[in-house]
């Protein structure tokens, strides 16, 4: 991977082109709906939450984002637009997705290779659970992570786990659908027991629960210097 390739046409334009096919997919849906696959409208991250998330990213001055579930690329554009917008020189973006090509038929990967950022992101096709075992096993270093794939509460606690490692400290790790009770377990523990403290007004104005005003995504700040709490003192956090 080349993380300094450039699509054809001057730099200053390419986050623009970003956000046209950003917009396309926001108003006319993807190309293609592969047979059983999910809904483009129940699966994606709505276009002002992804406004939002691009726009942490930015602030955060990320050049390295871990993603975790592509689908139909709606919430992936959104971080190559912020990786170009940021500033960085070698802007890099790891998307995880097992099954990007069986339900999705590689739309998601289209998509973000249309908007030039094929020389930007590489896409692993396996769990992202053993995938980001071997990535903090090598050391791999990011500034910020994006969470949305298996919601299933032991998978999201794994990725968590490994992006504790993988994610700088004082780096951030977003995480969609919190307000699911699996997603979001998972989620109090890190917030309970090793000190992730949710990032003051990040996300505000994204989407809520009508019903309990919960939000939708949540931003992590990790702690700097990452602790390592004595077991004795572990805190039930559900
Ligand atoms: C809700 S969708 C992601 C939507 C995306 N964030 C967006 O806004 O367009 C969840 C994705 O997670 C993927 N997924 C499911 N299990 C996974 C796993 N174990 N590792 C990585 N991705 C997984 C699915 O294939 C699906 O594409």
């Known amino acids: 991977m080349s993380s300094t390739a450039q699509p054809d046409g001057a730099a200053g334009e390419w986050p623009e082109r970003i956000a046209a096919?950003?917009?396309?997919?926001?108003?006319?849906?993807?190309?293609?709906?592969p047979d059983g696959a999910p809904d483009f409208a129940t699966v994606s991250l709505?276009?002002?939450?992804?406004?939002?998330?691009?726009?942490?990213?930015?602030?955060?001055?990320?050049?390295?984002?871990?993603?975790i579930g592509l689908a139909y690329g709606a919430s992936a554009l959104a971080v190559g637009e912020?990786?170009?917008?940021?500033?960085?020189?070698?802007?890099?973006?790891?998307?995880?997705?097992?099954?990007?090509?069986?339900a999705?038929?590689?739309?998601?990967?289209?998509?973000?290779?249309?908007?030039?950022?094929?020389g930007v992101a590489e896409l692993v096709t396996e769990p992202s659970q053993g995938f980001l075992a071997r990535l903090a096993d090598v050391g791999f270093a990011a500034d910020a992570?994006?969470?949305?794939?298996?919601?299933?509460?032991?998978n999201v606690f794994v990725d968590l786990h490994f992006l504790g490692g993988i994610v700088r400290p004082g780096g951030i790790v977003l995480l969609d659908d919190v307000?699911?009770?699996?997603?979001?377990?998972?989620?109090?523990?890190?917030?309970?027991?090793?000190?992730?403290?949710p990032v003051p007004g990040a996300l505000a104005g994204?989407?809520?629960?009508?019903?309990?005003?919960?939000?939708?995504?949540?931003?992590?700040?990790?702690?700097?210097?990452?602790?390592?709490?004595?077991?004795?003192?572990?805190?039930?956090?559900?």
């Open 21 to 33: 096919v950003r917009r396309e997919l926001a108003e006319h849906g993807p190309p293609r709906t």
């Open 46 to 67: 709505p276009e002002r939450d992804c406004d939002q998330v691009r726009d942490l990213l930015v602030d955060e001055r990320a050049g390295t984002v871990v993603e």
């Open 82 to 102: 912020a990786l170009l917008r940021a500033g960085s020189r070698t802007p890099r973006h790891v998307v995880i997705d097992p099954f990007q090509y069986t």
């Open 104 to 118: 999705y038929d590689g739309v998601g990967w289209e998509l973000l290779c249309s908007a030039g950022l094929d």
């Open 145 to 154: 992570a994006f969470v949305d794939g298996s919601h299933h509460f032991h």
């Open 179 to 197: 307000w699911w009770p699996s997603v979001g377990a998972a989620a109090a523990y890190f917030e309970i027991n090793l000190g992730w403290s």
């Open 206 to 238: 994204g989407t809520t629960d009508p019903a309990s005003g919960r939000p939708r995504t949540r931003a992590y700040r990790l702690p700097d210097p990452q602790p390592t709490p004595d077991f004795k003192e572990f805190r039930p956090f559900c």
